[in-house]
T-cell receptor, first 113, second 112 residues
Framework: GAVVSQHPSWVICKSGTSVKIECRSL??????MFWYRQFPKQSLMLMAT?????????EQGVEKDKFLINHASLTLSTLTVTSAHPEDSSFYIC?????????FGPGTRLTVT | DQQVKQNSPSLSVQEGRISILNCDYT??????FLWYKKYPAEGPTFLIS?????DKNEDGRFTVFLNKSAKHLSLHIVPSQPGDSAVYFC???????????FGAGTRLTVKP
């Protein structure tokens, strides 16, 4: 089946710094990529939807200046958490879609100290 | 290494009949399991969950069964409705607030 990777799988950073998370579709071209954040009790929140070559569409309540999303190619999307704060600590999951199926990445655990 | 597997990419059932979606896992540390439903162009929505201390959890038309010895869980939808047509993802974690691992999903089509 299709494979989506995320890098890094976990990261610890200091408050005020920025962190970039990569999401790659390894064996297919992803026309659309999604970024989710996991909240307590396992609920997933869709943060944004990005289409290759265009600006991401952010969900209501998600700060676009804080969570920068770039979808530069059909196989790569990046999420940059700028000026990270401890409350940004969470598990971030990406998924990639080829218009037929959606495939989840393994997730990235971000801890801001 | 795929720790959560949904071996059937698609399933088609008739309206009113039972839909059974299956999920297998390999990590014996997993003790919390969830099912998500996803419509096109939308994020997945939480459907039902089960912890390893139970072997069954029911919510309306949806029932999840857990067989720990076989490392297998299933989602039963009875009776199936056309509005149930969606992609269903199985997820597992070691601990209720720990990171989840998703299966590849099963596309359910319920025919009128």
């Amino acid at each position: 089946g299709a494979v989506v990777s995320q890098h890094p799988s976990w990261v610890i950073c200091k408050s005020g710094t920025s962190v970039k998370i990569e999401c790659r579709s390894l064996d297919f071209q992803a026309t659309t990529m999604f970024w989710y954040r996991q909240f307590p009790k396992q609920s997933l929140m869709l943060m944004a939807t990005s289409n290759e070559g265009s600006k991401a569409t952010y969900e209501q309540g998600v700060e676009k200046d804080k969570f920068l999303i770039n979808h530069a190619s059909l196989t790569l999307s990046t999420l940059t958490v700028t000026s990270a704060h401890p409350e940004d600590s969470s598990f971030y999951i990406c998924s990639a879609s080829n218009s037929y199926e959606q495939y989840f990445g393994p997730g990235t655990r971000l801890t801001v100290t | 290494d795929q720790q959560v597997k949904q071996n059937s990419p698609s399933l088609s059932v008739q309206e009113g009949r039972i839909s059974i979606l299956n999920c297998d896992y390999t990590n014996s540390m997993f003790d919390y399991f969830l099912w998500y439903k996803k419509y096109p162009a939308e994020g997945p929505t939480f459907l039902i969950s089960i912890s390893s201390i139970k072997d069954k959890n029911e919510d309306g038309r949806f029932t999840v069964f857990l067989n720990k010895s076989a490392k297998h869980l299933s989602l039963h939808i009875v009776p199936s409705q056309p509005g149930d047509s969606a992609v269903y993802f199985c997820a597992a974690s070691a601990g209720v607030n720990n990171d989840m691992r998703f299966g590849a999903g099963t596309r359910l089509t319920v025919k009128p």
